[in-house]
């Protein structure tokens, strides 16, 4: 069974910091992987997406990385904001057939960048 | 450019009411629709999943259930509802894909908080 951890669960970091969030997931079988924000109340938006063939994406200060061997993967976002502050969740999707490639989620990384 | 709607936004219903949540996607055709739960402390969990009109797959047995009557609606419905189906409720779309999944990326609705008293 698939399960994916999100550590660490919440994170505060000055203004400009550089910061790493981390994603882990038991099975490596997966056909992507994604990561998203969430704002308090809010629906999720998707950031990055990565193809199991992939090794990393970038967009804008946003990075992310994908070993899926070693079952992790990281969102490196540089010079943070305090807009950036918002709970990022990662979700993989399972690569075999059944609910349509469910996607499993972490429960989040809530990040506070303080000004 | 595809837009999703969902409503209402926010919904206060006592123990034993029905519900009907509403979803639509604009702008693209045949999309795969999904109905997720997230519950606090608990993050996201896939309730209902459908890949074309009047197709429902249900991933956990509960008290809820789905329908899609025309292409880009999806209804998330409870005859009577139980203190434990208060928590967000997404909904999701991606474009249809080959073979038995898509591999593309998923685009949330706003979210539809619900609080059973």
Do not use: M
């Amino acid at each position: 069974k698939q399960e994916v951890t999100q550590i660490p669960a919440a994170l505060s970091v000055p203004e400009g910091e550089n910061l790493v969030l981390n994603c882990s997931f038991t099975d490596s079988a997966i056909y992507n992987l994604q990561w998203f924000r969430q704002d308090p109340g809010k629906g999720l938006t998707s950031l990055l997406l990565i193809q199991s063939s992939q090794r990393e994406q970038t967009s804008g200060r946003l990075n992310a990385s994908l070993d899926k061997s070693s079952g992790r993967s990281t969102l490196y976002i540089a010079a943070s904001q305090p807009g950036d502050s918002a709970t990022y969740l990662c979700a993989v999707r399972r690569n075999y057939g059944g609910s349509q490639g469910n996607l499993i989620f972490g429960k989040g990384t809530k990040l506070s960048v303080k000004p | 450019s595809q837009t999703i709607h969902q409503w209402p936004a926010t919904l206060v219903q006592p123990v034993g009411s029905p519900l009907s949540l509403e979803c639509t996607v604009e702008g693209t055709s045949n999309p795969n629709l999904y109905w997720y739960r997230q519950a606090a402390g608990r993050g996201l969990q896939l309730l209902f999943y459908s890949v074309g009109i009047g197709q429902i797959s249900s991933e956990v047995p509960q008290n809820l259930s789905a329908s899609r009557p025309q292409d880009r609606q999806f209804i998330l419905s409870s005859k009577k509802l139980l203190l434990s189906d208060s928590g967000f409720y997404l909904c999701a779309w991606t474009l249809s894909g080959t073979g038995s999944f898509s591999g593309n990326t998923i685009y949330f609705g706003e979210g539809s908080w619900l609080t059973v008293v």
